[in-house]
């Protein structure tokens, strides 16, 4: 029973990355596009000689729509390879913006089941691909970059608490947050993560600390009028509280369900609000509490137990 806990509370690396890094860290920039007028012939040379699985099709530097290798298939089993890339194309396609985090990505792609996402800037301009590859390429990359930091240089401030002398000693992080500020979004989780690297801690404990703040933040952002997340760092454990002025939570029991979301359309469309926060937030952690009041906000505690590290 107690390594199916503990397995429960893993979070690998893998994981944490897809709650750091940005689309625009992983897509393929150098895009190969078609025009409207492509036939499919073309197309199929196109995604032969290349070895892509599909191409945005670009009329006056604007996407209009997408072929893929399926719309290939399609065409050459109906015998119509004189039919244009406009006539077998997807029109106006799901994309994903270069600004999100890559973690909502991946949520369209687990969602919708596509191979890619034409990727797109704030100004809508086409400037990228993203497919499975090109996310698996860039969280290696990332882990080789990380080993070789590691192997570099580590601050550490593992003595911090050794020589104090309290009953209780604790350092205090606090981070504001802002309501549907999704630009921002993520910075508190990210800089509390940041903060407890250089202090040393294990970095099976970091990722776990992440991902939970990561979802409590995003609630915050998502759902209320704002907060803030408070960590309390002692030499044993971590307690993060988010607490935030908003609406309340009617149902608490009903909150916990994974895939329960009351996010607004907008708000999946962007890859959010998939009801897997405080699901995510549980597993992560060791004890978890929720109190909210409807009307007035809700108070989100959790903790995240670990092995004295920061006393040797």
Known sequence: MEEKERGIKEATR???????????????????????????????????????????????????????????????????MDLSAAQMMTPDPVTVNSDELLISAVAKFTKLGFGRFPVTDKNGNLVGILTHGDIVR??????????????????????????????????????????????????????????LTRLGLPPQIIRRVSIATYEAEMNIVIYTEGGEIVAEVRPHLIRVDALDKGPGIANIEEAMTPGFSTAPD??????????????????????????????IGTHLTFIIEFPEVLTK
Not at 24 to 50: G, W
Not at 61 to 72: F, H, P, Y
Not at 178 to 186: H, L, S, T, Y
Not at 272 to 280: C, E, I, S
Request: glycine share 8%; proline share 2%; hydrophobic share 40%.
């Open 14 to 80: 893998l994981k944490e990355l897809a709650y750091e890094l940005r689309v625009e860290e992983a897509m393929t920039k150098d895009v190969i596009s078609v025009s409207p007028e492509t036939t499919m012939a073309e197309v199929r040379n196109i995604l032969r000689e290349n070895r892509i699985s599909g191409v945005p099709v670009l009329e006056n530097g604007r996407m209009v729509g997408i072929v893929t290798v399926e719309d290939l298939i399609k065409a050459l089993a109906d015998g119509h």
């Open 138 to 195: 860039a969280t290696l990359k990332r882990l080789e970059l990380d080993y070789h930091k590691e192997e570099i240089r580590r601050y550490r401030a593992s003595h911090i608490f050794k020589d104090i002398l309290a009953d209780r000693v604790g350092l205090v992080f606090g981070y504001h947050v802002i309501a549907r500020d999704f630009e921002r979004a993520g910075e508190a989780s990210s800089k509390l993560k940041k903060t």
């Open 266 to 295: 907008w708000v999946r469309e962007m890859g959010f609000g998939a009801g897997m926060g405080l699901p995510n937030i549980k597993a992560s952690a060791d004890r978890m509490n929720i109190d909210s009041t409807l009307g």
